[in-house]
């Protein structure tokens, strides 16, 4: 009977450790390690860390992992099960709005650049010819579609209520002149929307994912100034002062990162810092 304890004490332990270990697995990059795995939408994001990756981060001392997703849930999952040690695709209002539905808390490390949001169509080629019941598309993610509902009541096709920011919502709509047929879409679905729509609000990485070109193609594009839509990098709040994410949070904002969007990018993602 001595035996049996002892050897399922053993097995307890050996199970306790590994259980132990795999959280560890989870838990993100160490403190003081010089890797990193980042994960970002394709454009512009992954080519930005392409970029970092190919020409400044040896110099650093700094290994970066990049994995690409193109949707806007993934990379915030992903961070907090420990898939990813940050992530780069996001501003901060969809941050702290996605980090309060699903409970994990993160924290922007720096801002990198600017994604203007635009009005496109393929069928018009001035907003005064947008037709009465005309279908719009916009992001269906809380922060996108109140930004672009801000855009489209800027640019004179709707009114909102007062006071509704970047939280506005369809039903916070105060007047609707032509009628417009308001479509809530997945923000990565937007640009294959364009054939069905007279116009679609597209988030800038997914307008450059299908060769449109925000400062020439949009109808409409947001101001720059004073635009609180900077996409950061991101980590679990806690790990902003780990030393790779330091080390590449230094990098993003490198006089050769901004001549490299700038030179890129060509207005249609501009710096912001």
Do not use: W
């Amino acid at each position: 009977m001595r035996f049996f304890k002892k050897l399922s004490i053993l097995f307890l332990s050996v199970f306790l450790l590994s259980l132990l270990a795999a959280c560890g697995a989870n838990s993100g990059a160490d403190a003081n390690s010089d890797t990193i795995t980042v994960g970002a939408s394709p454009v512009p994001h992954a080519e930005i860390l392409q970029y970092i990756k190919d020409n400044l981060a040896a110099k650093e001392g700094l290994k970066l992992n990049i994995v690409q997703f193109n949707d806007y849930v993934q990379p915030n999952t992903a961070l907090k099960d420990g898939s990813i040690d940050a992530n780069f695709f996001q501003h901060v209002p969809y941050m702290q709005e996605f980090g309060k539905e699903h409970g994990i808390d993160m924290v922007a490390v720096t801002k990198v650049h600017i994604e203007p949001l635009g009005i496109y169509s393929h069928k018009i080629k001035s907003l005064n010819e947008v037709p009465a019941q005309a279908v719009v598309a916009i992001p269906n993610d809380v922060t996108n579609g109140g930004r672009a509902l801000q855009l489209l009541a800027q640019n004179g096709l709707i009114t909102l209520k007062g006071n509704v920011g970047t939280s506005a919502t369809v039903h916070d709509i105060a007047s609707n002149p032509k009628n417009l047929q308001i479509k809530e879409l997945d923000a990565a679905q937007l640009p294959r929307s364009l054939d069905d729509t007279a116009l679609s609000v597209i988030n800038g990485n997914y307008a450059l994912t299908v060769g449109l070109k925000p400062n020439k193609d949009a109808l409409a594009l947001e101001k720059a100034n004073n635009n609180p839509y900077a996409n950061v990098l991101t980590v679990l709040k806690g790990h902003e002062n780990y030393a790779a994410v330091k080390k590449l949070a230094k990098l993003l904002n490198s006089p050769e990162v901004k001549k490299f969007i700038e030179d890129k990018y060509q207005g249609s993602v501009i710096p912001a810092f």
